[in-house]
């Protein structure tokens, strides 16, 4: 199994929409083939915001809907990018009908709700855990250290 050499860790507040765009842009500057993005936390949290700022950074202009009830969208993007809301999962192997590991052949791939099948996630995923706090939401970030100039740039 692939090891990351080097890990990033790091917190960005996102006290409003503005600042939630800037991370999507951040995040969608750097997302290649074959990477995907655990989007993790709570009902609320912000998880399809933030997907739909990266999605929209990489020219989507039509609607972003949450993929709650299709369980996965496709974006024609570059590269094209696969979102997927594993909520409605039962199983992890549910991935493999759901073309996981093909979306990453051919693109990227946003997920929310993770904890869903994480063992499905490629060991170098980049991890964003929302939360909320007083003055706001909170975005920790962990993955491969190329993030971080990306991301604190």
Same mark, same amino acid.
């Given at each position: 199994?692939?090891?990351?050499?080097?890990?990033?860790?790091?917190?960005? #507040?996102?006290?409003?929409? +503005?600042?939630?765009?800037?991370?999507?842009?951040?995040?969608?500057?750097? =997302? *290649?083939?074959? &990477? !995907?993005?655990?989007?993790?936390?709570?009902?609320?949290?912000?998880?399809?915001?933030?997907?739909?700022?990266?999605?929209?950074?990489?020219?989507?202009?039509?609607?972003?809907?949450?993929?709650?009830?299709?369980?996965?969208?496709?974006?024609?993007?570059?590269? #094209?990018?696969?979102?997927? +809301?594993?909520?409605?999962?039962?199983?992890?192997?549910?991935?493999?009908? =759901? *073309?996981?590991? &093909? !979306?990453?052949?051919?693109?990227?791939?946003?997920?929310?709700?993770?904890?869903?099948?994480?063992?499905?996630?490629?060991?170098?995923?980049?991890?964003?855990?929302?939360?909320?706090?007083?003055?706001?939401?909170?975005?920790?970030?962990?993955?491969?250290?190329?993030?971080?100039?990306?991301?604190?740039?």
């Amino acid at each position: 199994m692939a090891q990351i050499s080097e890990t990033f860790r790091g917190e960005f #507040p996102l006290p409003d929409l +503005d600042a939630t765009t800037a991370l999507g842009r951040a995040i969608a500057s750097g =997302l *290649g083939t074959g &990477d !995907a993005v655990a989007l993790w936390g709570d009902l609320g949290a912000g998880k399809t915001t933030l997907a739909r700022a990266i999605l929209q950074a990489l020219g989507v202009q039509e609607d972003v809907p949450s993929p709650t009830f299709t369980l996965v969208q496709s974006y024609d993007t570059t590269p #094209p990018v696969a979102h997927y +809301d594993l909520y409605r999962l039962k199983s992890a192997r549910e991935m493999e009908e =759901l *073309g996981f590991e &093909d !979306a990453l052949d051919r693109g990227a791939a946003l997920v929310e709700w993770p904890e869903r099948a994480p063992e499905a996630l490629p060991p170098e995923a980049l991890h964003v855990r929302l939360g909320m706090r007083e003055t706001g939401r909170l975005a920790r970030i962990t993955g491969p250290g190329r993030w971080e100039s990306l991301l604190n740039g």
